[in-house]
């Protein structure tokens, strides 16, 4: 079945340092790739998405390229803020068939000033 | 726009006893999800409605679990009885069924303890 695998976190660092937060993934076909972000005491808000190879997807600063070869779809923020404190969770989905979102375990961001 | 909402956003009851978690999508959304996240490890798929119409109940992880959508609207989920392993934060999220890839849209959740 599908699976995503993210880094284990937490990931701490220094305000304005750069960002890359691992995902990759198992799925038969060509899968739609997400990153959500839940921020402390709010729900999961939608941060980028790729469709299709070599997209990509950009927000906030944020980016990530789908990448069929590796399978990976690795998240960079080339400075991060301490506004970017959240939990971060890679996730997947099919246009065809089963359109659950299959996540990964999530990864804490930890930005201090 | 309102945006997904859930209700309560916390629940604490004992084991054996009977929980309903609501939730509301967006206004005009036909597809409607349950996740759960249990002991902070991933967020796991429940089931999927579409309007009215159980699409996908998969995840249910048992007959304790019993999911609706009345009149294609909001949904419940009533968890009967409880049990301690059922603890942990209940997503829902909706999406528009003509809108590709399916972007789904999360309410802030409903925090779950089972003691």
């Known amino acids: 079945g599908d699976s995503v695998t993210q880094m284990e976190g937490p990931v701490t660092l220094s305000e304005e340092a750069f960002l890359t937060i691992n995902c990759t993934y198992t799925?038969?076909?060509?899968?739609?790739l997400f990153w959500y972000v839940q921020y402390p005491g709010e729900g999961l808000q939608l941060l980028l998405k790729?469709?299709?190879?070599?997209d990509k997807g950009s927000n906030k600063g944020f980016e990530a390229t789908y990448r069929k070869e590796t399978t990976s779809f690795h998240l960079e923020k080339g400075s991060v803020q301490v506004s970017d404190s959240a939990v971060y969770f890679c996730a997947l989905n099919r246009l065809q068939g089963r359109r659950a979102l299959t996540f990964g375990s999530g990864t804490r961001l930890q930005v201090q000033p | 726009e309102a945006g997904v909402t859930q209700f309560p956003s916390h629940s604490v009851i004992e084991k054996g006893q009977t929980v309903t978690l609501r939730c509301d999508p967006i206004s005009g959304h036909d597809n409607l999800y349950w996740y759960r996240r249990v002991m902070g490890k991933e967020i796991k798929f429940l089931l999927h409605?579409?309007?009215?119409?159980?699409?996908?109940e998969s995840g249910m992880p048992n007959n304790r679990f019993l999911a609706e959508r009345t009149g294609g609207t909001y949904s419940t989920l009533k968890v009967q009885p409880a049990e301690l392993e059922d603890s942990g934060v209940y997503f829902c999220a909706s999406s528009q069924d003509d809108r590709g890839p399916y972007e789904q849209y999360f309410g802030p959740g409903t925090r779950l303890t089972v003691t």
């Open positions: 790729a469709t299709k190879a070599d």
């Open positions: 799925a038969t076909g060509y899968p739609s």
């Open positions: 409605f579409v309007k009215e119409s159980k699409q996908d």
